[in-house]
Nanobody, 126 residues
């Protein structure tokens, strides 16, 4: 089992940036594909970005492509999400998630992930 803890959220003005971090423990981080999801008030949790176990492949939702960047550090069991040019539409709780297995394609759906963090709040003001 992997325990995930997110940090780095906060209140930021539109056009600014934030960097989220997810620290993994109690499991073999490098054996998991990882993803970032977000959930806005009253909406379903949605895929934001994902990365394969090796970091070779990444994928993004259309709404963040070109603005967000996902990365991982398997030596230190950490996952990152660099979020640039933020807009109010990016507001929500951001979750880190882990999917067991050495998959070579990015997992994009909630049901494909086995472990979840408790989330970090991001609020983007206009």
């Amino acid at each position: 089992q992997v325990h995930l803890v997110e940090s780095g959220g906060g209140l930021v003005q539109a056009g600014k940036f934030l960097r989220l971090t997810c620290v993994a423990s109690e499991g073999r981080f490098s054996a998991h594909a990882m993803g970032w999801f977000r959930q806005a008030p009253g909406k379903e949790r949605e895929f934001v970005a994902g990365i394969t176990w090796s970091g070779t492949n990444t994928d993004y939702s259309d709404s963040v492509k070109g603005r967000f960047s996902i990365a991982r550090d398997n030596n230190n069991d950490m996952l990152f999400l660099q979020m640039n040019t933020l807009s109010p539409d990016d507001t929500g709780v951001y979750y880190c998630a882990a999917n067991r297995g050495y998959h070579e394609t990015v997992r994009r759906t909630v049901g494909q992930y086995d472990y979840w963090g408790q989330g970090t709040q991001v609020i983007v003001s206009s």
